[in-house]
């Protein structure tokens, strides 16, 4: 199963772009990487995700180099309400979406 | 629209008593489920995972149970509760189809043990 490392905490300002980079050096070749948010006594929502390369919707982008090892999710323009914590995961390679949680980055917006 | 509700929402419990909560999927068919608990400040962590009717997984050993007495019904249990069950606990459902990883969340259960 793959094992996720990621920033324990980071701080930026409004207006700011946001890069939080994970490690996953375990990636199996059929895992998709998936990143989440969340916000205080809610549930994580789903962000975004991908497999290779670059993905990007509404909210975020995700930057996935060839060797799938780390990725990193990228927040532009950021305001305070994007203060929460982030979370990035790998899929289980067993097939049943057994994912794993880490402890993820806790992310400071300051204005 | 699929929707996932668990309740209660919050409660609070003394220790050595019995704890049920439950989680209801609807609008999907055949999800896998999921009970994670967070604990103060701290990530998720995995409780139990289910891939169909009957079949439970459990990731950590500990005196909570988990059931699955139907397609879209998951229930998280105890028969005698400890300080160290407090958490926050989220039911999640996935598709369960290849690994691409969604999975949606419920509200959230905030247990209190004294």
């Known amino acids: 199963l793959a094992k996720t490392t990621q920033p324990i905490s980071m701080d930026s300002y409004e207006g700011q772009e946001v890069n939080i980079t994970c490690s996953h050096n375990n990636i199996a070749t059929n895992d998709y990487i998936t990143w989440y948010q969340q916000f205080p006594s809610q549930g994580p929502r789903f962000i975004i995700q991908g497999y290779k390369t670059k993905v990007t919707n509404e909210v975020a982008s995700l930057f996935i180099p060839a060797d799938r090892k780390s990725s990193t999710l990228s927040l532009p323009r950021v305001s305070l309400s994007d203060t929460a914590v982030y979370y990035c995961l790998v899929g289980d390679a067993g097939g049943y979406n057994k994912l794993i949680f880490g402890a993820g980055t806790r992310l400071a917006v300051h204005p | 629209s699929q929707t996932i509700h668990q309740w209660p929402a919050t409660l609070v419990q003394p220790v050595g008593s019995p704890l049920s909560l439950e989680c209801t999927v609807e609008g999907t068919s055949n999800p896998n489920l999921y009970w994670y608990r967070q604990a103060a400040g701290r990530g998720l962590q995995l409780l139990f995972y289910?891939?169909?009717?009957?079949?439970i997984s459990s990731e950590v050993p500990q005196n909570l149970s988990a059931s699955r007495p139907q397609d879209r019904q998951f229930i998280l249990s105890s028969k005698k509760l400890l300080l160290s069950d407090s958490g926050f606990y989220l039911c999640a459902w996935g598709t369960g189809t290849g690994n691409t990883g969604e999975l949606f969340f419920g509200e959230g259960s905030r247990l209190t043990v004294l």
């Open positions: 289910s891939v169909g009717i009957g079949q």
